[in-house]
């Protein structure tokens, strides 16, 4: 497989992941983009004999501890089939399937993003996934003008997360953002790590997208994606040492472009203003007088307090109909969080092993960019440190955007390692790196060699 093929696959993929309003023939599009993604890492490996990363071992063992703990809970004879809630959409062995499905749809994902980024693709698969989030971004902003005033809008065919009819309104203080998914939480967490991004191309034609991704996101007025970039910027800006003011100052006019956009569009159900920061504010205070019980999430705490979860856990897909239960749910419930989910799923040591994962990558964003080679690594490790954070407070899966995300990093992690591409000139005049081969490398440790 050519680059560009590889490249534009995944592009089409990672388009395809922020379609889960819809669903084709009774199959939600979000399955389909992420059967693709493992097809593409399969295909690449196969035909280009493309290595894994050596940041992927972790991963592998959390996914073959969950698989063996999946298989021994059910061989012990514990019928979770029976214990499935009564509107579950799927039956229990697909549940399961589906749930090793999005595991291996993010490892994919990371994998073919690290490929990229070692053939010397990183700043156009930036620019692709900046794109991208930019068309989801105008078609948001279209949905929500046509919601407020009854244009007609894409028939949403995938059922809501309440298990019915996707709700369009809801009780918050103006309207929300939702674009193409089934709540507007989901829009805010897919484009976390696109507008964080975006910033590292500043002084390509594509900062106009910056302001629109972020007007996106506000409109979501979803307060964990909000600090997610917020937690993003400050990472960011403490680890770029060099033109520090100057790109303060290029974040922050996009960002105010993004505010002065919500402003112009945000609809009050109210009457009243529209008031971003005193809405976020009545949200957080709360969390931050009282903890997290006294939020919106006390409920998963107080259903998770109730389960006695093994030392090996539950399994994949068993967690969540154990939680379900737990809730007294006749849906599967979320737990909102990773890294609860995986401590159900697959005990002290599968979440041992889920922070070995995360933390591999993220100590040697660190470690590079404290090595005084900040630039496009600084908004890698700030998307980062966002999902982490998204982590706690809404994802509990691991999935294709946070893949794009840890195939960067995966990227720095991996030193000493820049391969060859068809047509990349990698030597000049007398042995000196040629331009092209700089340029492929810039942004990047520079303990890496030209082979």
Not at 25 to 39: M, N
Request: include cysteine.
């Amino acid at each position: 497989m050519r680059a560009t093929t590889v490249r534009t696959c995944l592009a089409g993929l990672i388009f395809l992941s922020a379609l889960g309003a819809y669903s084709v023939g009774g199959i939600p599009i979000q399955w389909l983009a992420q059967a693709g993604t493992i097809l593409l890492a399969v295909l690449l490996v196969s035909t280009r004999r493309a290595p894994l990363p050596r940041g992927t071992v972790p991963f592998g063992l959390l996914l073959g501890w969950l698989a063996v703990v999946t298989l021994v809970a059910q061989a012990l004879g514990n019928d979770y089939a029976a214990l499935m809630p009564s509107r579950a959409s799927t039956p229990y062995p697909v549940f399961v399937v589906l749930r090793f499905l999005a595991l291996l749809s993010f490892v994919s994902t990371a994998v073919v993003a690290h490929w990229l980024v070692v053939h010397g693709h990183e700043g156009l698969l930036l620019r692709r996934l900046v794109l991208i989030a930019t068309v989801v971004s105008v078609a948001s902003l279209y949905i929500y003008a046509a919601q407020v005033s009854g244009l007609p809008e894409p028939p949403r065919t995938r059922p809501g997360t309440g298990g019915g009819q996707q709700v369009i309104r809801s009780s918050y203080p103006f309207h929300r953002a939702m674009g193409t998914f089934r709540e507007p939480s989901h829009l805010a967490e897919w484009l976390v790590a696109p507008l964080l991004l975006s910033f590292a191309l500043h002084g390509s034609p594509l900062n106009w997208s910056s302001g629109i991704i972020a007007a996106a996101t506000l409109l979501t007025g979803s307060l964990t994606g909000i600090l997610a970039v917020a937690f993003g910027l400050v990472s960011a800006w403490v680890v770029t040492r060099r033109k520090r003011l100057r790109r303060t100052a290029l974040v922050g006019i996009s960002l105010l472009c993004g505010l002065a956009v919500f402003q112009m569009v945000a609809t009050s159900h109210t009457g009243k203003p529209v008031d971003l920061p005193g809405t976020l504010w009545k949200r957080l205070a709360p969390a931050l007088r009282e903890g997290v019980p006294a939020t919106n999430r006390g409920y998963v705490y107080e259903a998770f307090g109730r389960i006695e979860v093994p030392f090996c856990g539950f399994g994949l897909g068993h967690a969540s109909i154990v939680f379900s239960r737990s809730l007294r749910s006749d849906l599967i419930a979320s737990t909102l969080n990773l890294y609860l989910h995986i401590w159900l799923a697959g005990g002290a040591i599968g979440l041992a092993l889920l922070g070995v994962t995360l933390a591999g990558p993220l100590w040697r964003l660190l470690f590079a960019s404290r090595a005084g080679n900040a630039g496009r690594l600084a908004w890698i490790l700030g998307s980062y440190v966002g999902w982490l954070l998204m982590f706690a407070g809404h994802s509990e899966e691991l999935n294709v955007m946070f893949g794009v995300v840890y195939g960067l990093a995966l990227a720095v992690v991996e030193p000493k390692r820049v391969a060859r591409q068809p047509g990349l000139l990698t030597s000049g005049p007398h042995g000196s790196p040629s331009r092209v081969a700089v340029e492929a490398c810039r942004g990047w440790r520079c303990n890496r060699t030209i082979e």
